[in-house]
């Protein structure tokens, strides 16, 4: 009997299993080599369900975090997406399998370059890797997007990335604090308006310079 890949394992034991059901998901964890996005020292880890240590003491999202992300956003293959937090470009290059375009903001100069050089080796064409601060460029002028991957949690509630979305259009985000945090699927109603669903609780790092409750002083 033959032995399944460890990626179809990490698909069928570890993805669908967290309640990615999305057919269309699952497809784009075959399709994208999720080890091409591992530091090659920890590359026999790529298949497990783990956050991987990136430089600068960052880290991947689980794969399991990512099919819940990629399945809450709904992409049809038209969308103008907004990532925020490259990492090393797995995620991007997931977003870009069923979108039209995807914008994504890294802070972090070396790991911007690390995506960038990730996606050109595998010829993903219809990416932007930008090297800024994403929560000071939502502060300004902005454009809009039909879809927002927040990769990097906010300690508190910030209503800035929503403001970015087109009215239809659909943000999903994880806010809180360890030991708890909740993701969370917006979407943009009308020009004033927006609903918020609740869909699972994580915890993943936090965007750097995000906004942190007030400390109390005595």
Same mark, same amino acid.
Not at 15 to 26: I, M, N, S, Y
Not at 39 to 60: F, W
């Given at each position: 009997?033959?032995?399944?890949?460890? @990626?179809?394992?990490?698909?069928?034991?570890?993805?669908?299993?967290?309640?990615?059901?999305?057919?269309?998901?699952?497809?784009?964890?075959?399709?994208?080599?999720? &080890?091409?996005?591992?530091? $090659?020292?920890?590359? =026999?880890?790529? =298949?497990?369900?783990?956050?991987? /240590?990136?430089?600068?003491?960052?880290?991947?999202?689980? /794969?399991?975090?990512?099919?819940?992300?990629?399945? $809450?956003?709904?992409?049809?293959?038209?969308?103008?997406?907004?990532?925020?937090?490259?990492?090393?470009?797995?995620?991007?290059?997931?977003?870009?399998?069923?979108?039209?375009?995807?914008?994504?903001?890294?802070?972090?100069?070396?790991?911007? &370059?690390?995506?960038?050089?990730?996606?050109?080796?595998?010829?993903?064409?219809?990416?932007?890797?930008?090297?800024?601060?994403?929560?000071?460029?939502?502060?300004?002028?902005?454009?809009? =997007?039909?879809?927002?991957?927040?990769?990097?949690?906010?300690?508190?509630?910030?209503? @800035?990335?929503?403001?970015?979305?087109?009215?239809?259009?659909?943000?999903?985000?994880?806010?809180?604090?360890?030991?708890?945090?909740?993701?969370?699927?917006? @979407?943009?109603?009308?020009?004033? $308006?927006?609903?918020?669903?609740?869909?699972?609780?994580?915890?993943?790092?936090?965007?750097?310079?995000?906004?942190?409750?007030?400390?109390?002083?005595?």
């Amino acid at each position: 009997m033959q032995t399944a890949s460890p @990626r179809e394992q990490m698909i069928e034991q570890q993805v669908r299993a967290w309640d990615v059901l999305d057919e269309r998901v699952l497809g784009i964890f075959r399709k994208i080599p999720r &080890e091409h996005f591992v530091p $090659a020292e920890q590359r =026999y880890m790529a =298949y497990m369900d783990l956050e991987i /240590p990136l430089p600068k003491g960052q880290h991947m999202l689980r /794969p399991s975090v990512a099919g819940r992300l990629l399945q $809450a956003l709904e992409l049809t293959g038209t969308e103008r997406v907004l990532e925020i937090g490259a990492g090393s470009g797995f995620i991007t290059a997931c977003l870009a399998a069923v979108s039209a375009h995807v914008e994504s903001i890294e802070v972090i100069p070396e790991l911007a &370059e690390l995506a960038k050089s990730n996606l050109a080796t595998l010829s993903i064409g219809n990416t932007q890797i930008v090297t800024a601060d994403a929560l000071a460029a939502a502060a300004g002028p902005t454009r809009r =997007y039909a879809a927002i991957a927040v990769t990097g949690s906010l300690p508190i509630a910030d209503d @800035r990335f929503q403001r970015q979305l087109e009215i239809g259009g659909r943000l999903f985000m994880i806010v809180g604090e360890a030991p708890v945090m909740n993701a969370r699927l917006i @979407r943009r109603t009308a020009e004033d $308006a927006w609903t918020t669903e609740s869909l699972f609780e994580t915890v993943v790092d936090p965007l750097i310079n995000a906004r942190r409750p007030q400390e109390f002083t005595f």
